[in-house]
Every structure is written in C-alpha cells, then in structure tokens.
Nanobody
Framework: QVQLVESGGDLVQPGGSLKLSCAAS????????MGWYRQAPGKQRELVAT???????NYADFVLGRFTISRDNAKNTVYLQMNSLKPEDTAVYYC??????????WGQGTQVTVSS
C-alpha cells in the first residue's frame, strides 16, 4: 500500500499563493494518475488537477491558468502551486494516486483558507 501525506495548507489572503506538497511513502513505478481534489463543507468533492505517469497534466476549468501540478520523482512528491487564490478556493485539499481502476489511495487532506 501507498501512504500519502499532504502539507502546505494555510490561511492566505485573496490573490495570494500557496504550494501544496504530497509525499508518497514509496517510489511508484509504472502507470498511474496522481491527482489533487478539494472539498468544501457541504459541497461535493471535486477534481482540481491530475498528472499522469507520462507527464500529462489536466486541470479543472475553474483553476486553469492559476494552478500548476508538478512532481519530483526523486523525492516521491507531487506539488500543486496555487496562485491568484480566491475565497471560493477555500476547501480541504486531498492528494490521490490511482494505480489501477480498482486501486487508489488518498491522503488525509490539508486545509486551505482564502480570506481577508
């Protein structure tokens, strides 16, 4: 099994930036999809961005141009750089890795709060 630990969440003013990190307990070999999701209280969990093992990123429309997903294979870590943050970005952000359609793992989440 793979353990994922998120970090980097904080309280930030509108227009500010944060960089989230997700560290995996082991190096992942082969095909997979790493993703960032978020969930606000009373709202459904939604996809933010994904990054395939082949290096192809995809973004939700509401973060395109503001957020960037990347990884450092040597550190077993995936990142989410968040710029131009808005109050509606406030949520718990979760890291996910999907190894197969049936096997996936989730981190515990990190809180991002955007407020004046």
């Amino acid at each position: 099994q793979v353990q994922l630990v998120e970090s980097g969440g904080d309280l930030v003013q509108p227009g500010g930036s944060l960089k989230l990190s997700c560290a995996a307990s082991a190096r992942i070999i082969g095909s997979y999809v790493m993703g960032w999701y978020r969930q606000a209280p009373g709202k459904q969990r939604e996809l933010v961005a994904t990054l395939t093992s082949g290096g192809s990123p995809n973004y939700a429309d509401f973060v395109l141009g503001r957020f960037t997903i990347s990884r450092d294979n040597a550190k077993n870590t995936v990142y989410l750089q968040m710029n131009s943050l808005k109050p509606e970005d406030t949520a718990v952000y979760y890291c996910n890795i999907q190894l197969t359609p049936r096997v996936g793992y989730w981190g515990q989440g990190t809180q991002v709060t955007v407020s004046s």
